[in-house]
């Protein structure tokens, strides 16, 4: 992704602003000549970043009465935002394109296929038109369908697309999408449908509404429950009881099978200890790949 170098600033004032939490012009101007920004940081040009951060990222860079300036409304930034994500992507994206000449030394994962889909669905989930599309699940025939697009989601390095089918809701990879075309065709967006609502009972991307709510708890042993504390499951997790051995988290979700993926991830890190239902599940997993071996 191309910065332009005004962008390449405001980047640079929020991160300074942020990173101070209350900074005098005098002292963003030396900042400013000290990483090698400019000669000098005018005060229109800071202005003109100001007003752009207010644009890109919703949030506002105000002065104090010591004429320090700070974020006002640092919760806009809140971490599964698009304002958040977005800004940084754009910071992430500026950091490497000022170190190309130690890009030997900075490893990255793959990108997520299907993103020359996504210019094209978001101009079909802004003004609500269906779209036609040709895919092809794994080890199963090409479908054709017209749907309407309802939530871009970006889950494990692919993107994903929840729609609606004029029946029920379905999730599509874009990796997976054979041609994708945008109709003539409007639908209406369920005024009460909210995405953050509808993937908040599930952990990742499979929304199988047939799998119970269920309160789950998870003891993490060890390492395990230092990781799981910085990097929580989901956004209901909760301590429940702590040791010097282990961690009991609370969740409440739906136990669906990428949840039980993510936890065989942690090997013997993790133990499932409520439901029994889930636990049960866990033991089957684990019987089926002792056979395979």
Known sequence: MYQSNSIRQCLWVMAAVRERGRITLRELGEKWVADGMGNTLHRSAFNRCRDKIFQMFGLMIECDEQHRYYVANPQEMDERSIESWLLSTMTVNTALADSAQV???????SVPEGEQYLPLIIRAIKHNRRLHLRYQRFGCEVTEKTVEP????LWGRRWYLLVFTGRHMATYSLDRLLSLEMTEETFRMPADFSAEQYFGEFYGVLTDETVPLEDVVVRA????AHYLRTLPLHPSQRVVEATEEWTDYGLRLRPTADFVGELLKYDDGVEVLQPASLRLKICEKLDLMVNRY
């Open 150 to 153: 309802y939530v871009l989601k």
């Open 221 to 224: 042993y060890g390492k395990t």
């Open 103 to 109: 890009k030997e030394r900075i490893v990255l994962e």
